[in-house]
């Protein structure tokens, strides 16, 4: 059974940072995707960034160049770092691992940009 624990969330100024963790229990492989997603009031979930092994990684153009997608495959766990947060990044925050077609969420972090 595989669980995914998000941190990190809460409110912070627009131009301010903040670090998403997700930390994977179960039978987790190096090989499996790892990535965040968000989801902002009446809005579809989008991605926000993923990886796959340690070279390849995919953001989205709203986040590239001010986020920051890490992992630490000894102890299973995924980071987030986001600056130059903006209002628009406000959303509830959510950690995914995908294999093959098989995937797995998160419960979710709350993630406010606002003065």
């Known amino acids: 059974q595989i669980q995914l624990v998000e941190s990190g969330g809460g409110l912070v100024q627009p131009g301010g940072s903040l670090r998403l963790s997700c930390a994977a229990s179960?039978?987790?492989?190096?090989?499996?995707?790892m990535g965040w997603y968000r989801q902002a009031p009446g809005k579809q979930r989008e991605l926000v960034a993923e990886?796959?092994?340690?070279?390849?990684?995919n953001y989205a153009d709203s986040v590239n160049g001010r986020f920051t997608i890490s992992r630490n495959y000894a102890e299973n766990t995924v980071y987030l770092q986001m600056n130059g947060l903006k209002p628009e990044d406000t959303a509830v925050y959510y950690c995914l691992l995908r294999r093959g077609l098989q995937v797995y969420w998160g419960q979710g972090t709350q993630v406010t940009v606002s003065s």
């Open positions: 179960g039978s987790i492989s190096s090989s499996d995707t």
């Open positions: 990886m796959q092994r340690a070279v390849r990684t």
